[in-house]
């Protein structure tokens, strides 16, 4: 059972456009969301994170959304530079007592220059 | 700050064998590190939670007796492979979450390549 899913495998943009990831979640009672950044053979890189008491956060070229009501929440990277070609996983958490965090199947984004 | 190392970066082991990885918390104090797994194009797979001085809480379908899990300090954790197989052939990862962190950011290593021949 898949709580966390990234429907797109892999997305490609132009350098100095927007990048929009996609994610959705099944789990209710997740109240964190974090998007890490992952280069292969290499641990995940923290980038951003948003609680459930916010729809929106913002970090420099970074900002992402949380829409509660549909269970999905998105990374838009503006603008999009060729260094932010990377696997990018999103991750929930439903804090408390546990500190799990639920990880995505992540999407591949490839920045053209 | 927030730096977790991880050793070996690679390691290549005969079947029937065991295999210790080291995580360690550089610059920060952590009762709670965590150790996942990667297959190739998949997700990270959370295998279990290692708490300081006590036992590991280990995910559902993790062998405990398999995948042995000490945190003998706040700044290291290793995971042991025992009776390494072909299957157990993956990369393996762990982070740690500074106290001082809101909410459960996790800072992660930079993983162990394992291959089991």
């Known amino acids: 059972d898949q709580q966390v899913k990234q429907n797109s495998p892999s997305l490609s943009v132009q350098e100095g456009r927007i990048s929009i990831l996609n994610c959705d979640y099944t789990?209710?009672?997740?109240?964190?969301f974090l998007w890490y950044k992952k280069y292969p053979a290499e641990g995940p890189t923290f980038l951003i994170s948003?609680?459930?008491?916010?729809d929106k956060n913002e970090d420099g070229r970074f900002t992402v959304f949380l829409n509660k009501s549909a269970k999905h929440l998105s990374l838009h990277i503006v603008p999009s530079q060729p260094g932010d070609s990377a696997v990018y996983f999103c991750?929930?958490?439903?804090?408390?007592?546990?500190?799990?965090?639920?990880f995505g199947t992540g999407t591949l984004l490839a920045v053209q220059p | 700050g927030a730096v977790v190392s991880q050793h070996p970066s690679w390691v290549i082991c005969k079947s029937g064998t065991s295999v210790k990885i080291e995580c360690r918390s550089l610059?920060?104090?952590?009762?709670?590190m965590f150790w996942y797994r990667q297959f190739p194009k998949q997700s990270l797979m959370l295998m279990a939670t290692?708490?300081?001085?006590?036992?590991?809480?280990?995910e559902q379908g993790v062998e405990k007796d398999k995948f042995l899990i000490n945190h003998a300090s706040l700044t290291l954790s290793t995971l042991t492979v025992t009776s390494a197989h072909p299957e157990d052939s993956s990369f393996y990862i762990c982070?740690?979450?500074?106290?001082?962190?809101?909410?459960?950011?996790?800072?992660f290593g930079p993983g162990t390549r394992l291959t089991v021949l």
């Open positions: 991750a929930a958490t439903p804090g408390g007592a546990t500190n799990k965090l639920i």
């Open positions: 610059d920060f104090q952590a009762t709670t």
């Open positions: 789990n209710s009672m997740f109240d964190y």
């Open positions: 982070s740690a979450r500074p106290e001082e962190r809101p909410y459960n950011e996790q800072f």
């Open positions: 948003i609680s459930s008491i916010k």
């Open positions: 290692s708490n300081e001085g006590s036992k590991a809480t280990y």
